[in-house]
Structures are given as C-alpha cells and as structure tokens.
C-alpha cells in the first residue's frame, strides 16, 4: 500500500509560480510512475505531468508545457511540480498518482489533493 500525501497549494495571482510537493509513504517507489492530475471545478480530472519509472519526467499536457516542470527525488520519495506564469485557468485541485511499473493510465494509488487557486 501506498499513501501519497500533496502540499504546496495555495491561492496565488496570475503569473505567479507555485511548487507542489508530493510524498510517498509506505513503500519505495522507484518502480512506480508518478505524477500529477487536476480537476477544475466543473470539469473531470486531466493529466497533468508525469515521471514515468523507465522513461523519466517527460511527459506533460500540451496546456502546461514550458511553463510546468515534473521532478522526483527517489532517495526522498517524493514527486515535485513547480509550476511558473500561472494562469487563472491553472485553478483546480491537484492530485499525486502513482503505477506501478507502467503509465499513468490506470493509476493504482491517488493522493487526497492540493487546492490550486489563481486569481486574475
């Protein structure tokens, strides 16, 4: 089993960064993809950015790219999302995921969220 737990949220102004951490607890999880997903209000759940556990920190939505950064630190067991010229539209609860041993497509494990909110 495997607990993920989000922090750095926050209510931040447009154009603004913001560094969302991700902790992995219960078990190593070099083996695991892991990432991130959101959810505006309103709207159902989108990928984010995502680690891939062969593949590395490549992989990102066309709507973040260039402006959001994936990173994991495996001795820390933790995924980070720095996330730089915020856009009111970047508003949503963010969610850490993990897969073992594959893509971020059929996540074994979410984290509970971190609220995101960016004003105009």
């Known amino acids: 089993q495997v607990q993920l737990v989000e922090s750095g949220g926050g209510l931040v102004q447009a154009g603004d960064s913001l560094r969302l951490s991700c902790a992995a607890l219960?078990?190593?999880?070099?083996?695991?993809?892991m990432g991130w997903f959101r959810q505006a209000p309103g709207k159902e759940r989108e990928f984010v950015a995502e680690?891939?556990?062969?593949?590395?920190?490549?992989y990102y939505a066309d709507s973040v790219k260039g402006r959001f950064t994936i990173s994991r630190d495996n001795a820390k067991n933790t995924v980070y999302l720095q996330m730089n010229s915020l856009k009111p539209e970047d508003t949503a609860v963010y969610y850490c995921?993990?897969?073992?041993?594959?893509?971020?497509?059929?996540?074994?494990?979410w984290g509970k969220g971190t609220l995101v909110t960016v004003s105009s």
């Open positions: 995921a993990s897969k073992y041993g594959g893509r971020l497509r059929n996540v074994d494990y």
């Open positions: 219960g078990r190593t999880v070099s083996m695991y993809s």
């Open positions: 680690c891939n556990w062969s593949a590395g920190c490549t």
